[in-house]
């Protein structure tokens, strides 16, 4: 079962890039396109996680949720505000 779900995770990372690239000519949105890929690459990470819960696995299922969490924000361009917000940002 493990080896299926390694298969899957390989297959699904490929799959993210191949979607990626077919969804910026569609949609014209590089933001869009970059979400799709980076939620299919969460689901990537998430299936890899799935078959063997070791250290290394957590780590990559993390980085992924940071890196789309932080691009998230970056393309969005606008500084976040609430709770989100940095104590210096709302001071001003």
């Given amino acids: 079962m ?10 699904v990372s490929a799959t993210a890039i ?6 910026l000519p569609a949609t014209k949105a590089p ?3 970059l979400g799709v890929t980076l939620d ?4 990537a990470g998430l299936l890899r996680l799935s078959a063997s819960l070791d250290w290394p ?4 299922a993390a980085a992924i949720i940071a890196v789309r969490k ?10 976040a505000t609430g709770a989100n917000a940095p104590a210096a940002d709302l001071q001003r």
């Fill in 31 to 33: 933001r869009t396109a």
């Fill in 2 to 11: 493990t080896e299926l779900l390694a298969d899957l995770a390989t297959w």
């Fill in 57 to 60: 696995a957590i780590g990559a």
């Fill in 40 to 43: 299919l690459l969460l689901a």
């Fill in 70 to 79: 932080l691009v998230s924000e970056a393309l969005r361009g606008t500084p």
């Fill in 18 to 23: 191949v979607v990626g690239v077919l969804v």
